[in-house]
């Protein structure tokens, strides 16, 4: 076998093809996964801020970008620096290296629920990772959606019981609920 041989056969040299759907979905996917085990808040905002893109990239020609990408483009200038301090904090290294940033993790929450309805608008359904994250958010964030959840067969106490479960819990709860829906 010559050099170049075994270097193909390589394992550690593999090759993956990511596309922009691929990338958004793998980051969301990632992204609500560190979020049910309550992992690091700084991570999921990133994450979510570049599957977030990606979405709002692929669906803006066909008139269907992220609700918030577009929002914020309409706000003024100040406005749209505070809407992306977060990211460009976390992401920008050579910038404020002696400050310390003060973050809400219900902005990353905000970004996955608008991820989440990115992707199904742009790809017709969603994995049912995101539809557990997209229950678990309206139940208890937005209480307004109630009636939503109500129609789909879950009754008002099953939806108090489900907001008092951690985020774990909540997961392995209503997985099988997303699961047999996609049989």
């Given at each position: 076998?010559?050099?170049?041989?075994?270097?193909?056969?390589?394992?550690?040299?593999?090759?993956?093809?990511?596309?922009?759907?691929?990338?958004?979905?793998?980051?969301?996917?990632?992204?609500?996964?560190?979020?049910?085990?309550?992992?690091?808040?700084?991570?999921?905002?990133?994450?979510?801020?570049?599957?977030?893109?990606?979405?709002?990239?692929?669906?803006?020609?066909?008139?269907?970008?992220?609700?918030?990408?577009?929002?914020?483009?309409?706000?003024?200038?100040?406005?749209?620096?505070?809407?992306?301090?977060?990211?460009?904090?976390?992401?920008?290294?050579?910038?404020?290296?002696?400050?310390?940033?003060?973050?809400?993790p219900m902005h990353g929450e905000v970004l996955i629920s608008d991820s989440v309805m990115t992707y199904q608008d742009l790809f017709g359904e969603v994995t049912p990772l995101m539809r557990a994250f997209a229950l678990r958010f309206v139940v208890t964030n937005a209480g307004a959606f109630l009636r939503v959840f109500l129609n789909e067969g879950i009754d008002e106490e099953e939806v108090e019981k489900l907001a008092k479960l951690s985020r774990p819990e909540f997961l392995t709860e209503v997985r099988h609920l997303f699961t047999e829906a996609e049989r």
């Open positions: 076998m010559n050099k170049k041989q075994q270097d193909a056969d390589d394992p550690d040299n593999e090759v993956i093809v990511v596309t922009k759907e691929s990338a958004a979905k793998s980051q969301l996917e990632t992204a609500i996964s560190l979020w049910f085990d309550y992992g690091d808040p700084v991570s999921i905002h990133a994450l979510t801020v570049a599957a977030n893109e990606c979405l709002h990239a692929i669906g803006k020609p066909m008139g269907k970008p992220s609700a918030v990408q577009d929002w914020i483009k309409l706000q003024p200038k100040k406005v749209q620096k505070e809407m992306t301090a977060a990211q460009n904090f976390f992401k920008h290294g050579h910038r404020d290296r002696d400050q310390a940033f003060r973050y809400q």
